[in-house]
């Protein structure tokens, strides 16, 4: 059963830098089989976080095939993808368009990794456009069996790890990616 993404949209009392409050809305990312369940998911994962009251003002359905995150990034970008395939019948070059959320550091980290992630695909492609995401953070679920609580781990180690340098050894990162999307399946 292929993975659906649910955007959940937070609206809290966030304190700033000089200490002053407002009231900030934040998209976030979860894992989920219905709007229900995103909704309570989405509820306990932010009580772990905001310890004051908050309210889910939107949740809708994320058009996102795949997630992706890497070590020592802290911010999300939404990779466009096209598939390139060939039509026999009337002999012309088809698209089909998808849309990865890559875990990076600035645009160019985002096509890297976008390609990194890419790695296997068999079929051509390109990526005609990447733009930061809005959302805060995703929260893939996971049900509690033992291999799949090393992969949460894992995935919460790359998804807080945001030291500002940039690694290019892709040998790691090919390996990192390998790793989650075999759990993922």
């Not at 809290?12 to 995103?38: H, M």
């Not at 359905?61 to 466009?80: C, L, M, Q, T």
């Not at 550091?105 to 456009?129: C, Q, S």
Request: aromatic share 12%; charged share 30%.
């Amino acid at each position: 059963m292929s993975t659906i993404w649910y955007e959940c949209k937070i609206k809290y009392r966030k304190t700033d830098e000089t200490g002053g409050q407002k009231i900030t809305t934040e998209p976030y990312l979860v894992d989920a089989l219905s709007y229900t369940e995103a909704e309570k998911r989405i509820n306990e994962e932010m009580a772990a976080y905001i310890s004051e009251e908050f309210k889910i003002t939107n949740i809708k359905v994320g058009n996102y095939a795949e997630i992706h995150p890497f070590e020592n990034a802290d911010r999300w970008f939404k990779s466009k993808v096209s598939l390139l395939a060939y039509d026999e019948e009337s002999g012309k070059e088809r698209k089909s368009n998808m849309y990865l959320l890559v875990q990076a550091n600035d645009v160019k980290e985002a096509f890297d990794n976008t390609t990194i992630a890419l790695k296997n695909t068999m079929g051509e492609y390109t990526i005609p456009a990447i733009s930061e995401s809005p959302i805060m953070d995703v929260f893939p679920y996971f049900s509690g069996e033992e291999e799949e609580s090393e992969a949460l781990e894992r995935f919460n180690t790359l998804k807080a790890s945001s030291a500002p340098k940039y690694t290019n050894d892709l040998h790691e990162a090919e390996a990192l990616q390998a790793e989650f999307a075999e759990v993922e399946e």
